[in-house]
């Protein structure tokens, strides 16, 4: 009796199949990240900004009148905002709420084994979950930042503003503050995945990294390079100013924040499928 050879899959028909399975996945979850009752926190917590720049756009009597008609006062207000509401609490809190609920909020609804009783490579699982809540985080928060951004502008009149976006520095400024909102979504979403990963209760561990993120101008410069927000205060395109207690360190070029951030997402997401290949659920002890 011959012997009916098996062909293995050709690695295209596996980067096809794989491509199906997260675009499935992406659907799935999408819904869940902008429609389930989830959302509701994250909707609110992008808002605060918005609201902030409205306010004072609305109701800027007190504020000083270099600040309302001079755009380079105006943009040290936006960055201090972007940095110190945006990207360290908005965007963080944001990110923990969205990734950590990637895998802890299925262990919690129950729901989790549905993917593992699949056949889908968890590997796979980790990639399209992950994807899901960088679309989702990204687009709420470039939203922030484009609505902060909006009513930062709207007290200088039409003609103002499109002689300062198009005739001046900007456009760059804009496109510079909306790709750090993106990076700071790729980093803080695939260090929250891994800590919902890791940890049954993640909550001590994200308290931790806020605190570490937060007191990051107190650090020596070598300390500083261990978190996320001083490769984000380095493409910062008007300076910070981070007080008389801050130990000033040299801010790491562009090109090297840029990579260096993939790359350390590429690990911490190389370090979530290792552990998820092992992972087994007990929703008895959650």
Not at 5 to 14: C, H, Y
Not at 106 to 114: F, G, N, Q, R
Not at 210 to 238: A, D, Q, T
């Amino acid at each position: 009796m011959n012997a009916v050879a098996i062909e293995a899959p050709t690695l295209g028909s596996g980067w096809s199949l794989w491509r199906r399975q997260i675009a499935g996945i992406l659907r799935l979850e999408i819904k869940k990240n902008f429609l389930s009752k989830r959302a509701l926190p994250m909707y609110l917590l992008a808002a605060i900004p918005v609201v902030i720049m409205m306010m004072l756009a609305l109701f800027d009597r007190g504020m000083r009148r270099g600040v309302r008609t001079n755009f380079a006062e105006a943009m040290i207000v936006f960055s201090n905002l972007h940095e110190g509401l945006i990207l360290r609490t908005v965007i963080f809190f944001g990110c923990a709420w969205i990734f950590m609920n990637l895998f802890r909020g299925e262990v919690v609804d129950k729901s989790l084994h549905y993917y593992f009783l699949s056949a889908v490579k968890r590997e796979v699982l980790v990639v399209g979950k992950y994807l899901s809540g960088l679309i989702a985080s990204c687009t709420l928060f470039l939203l922030t930042t484009a609505g902060a951004l909006f009513f930062l502008y709207l007290p200088r009149g039409v003609q103002a503003n499109l002689d300062y976006i198009f005739n001046g520095p900007g456009w760059a400024q804009i496109t510079d503050y909306l790709g750090i909102t993106i990076l700071a979504c790729v980093g803080y979403g695939a260090l929250f995945m891994v800590i919902g990963l890791f940890f049954r209760n993640p909550i001590i561990p994200a308290l931790f990294v806020y605190g570490w993120e937060w007191l990051n101008f107190l650090l020596p410069p070598m300390l500083k390079k261990i978190s996320i927000i001083h490769y984000l205060h380095s493409l910062v395109p008007v300076p910070v100013n981070e007080g008389p207690l801050a130990i000033i360190g040299e801010p790491t070029p562009q090109w090297i924040a840029i990579t260096g951030m993939l790359i350390v997402t590429a690990i911490v997401l190389f370090l979530a499928s290792m552990r998820i290949r092992r992972m087994e659920i007990h929703y008895g002890g959650e």
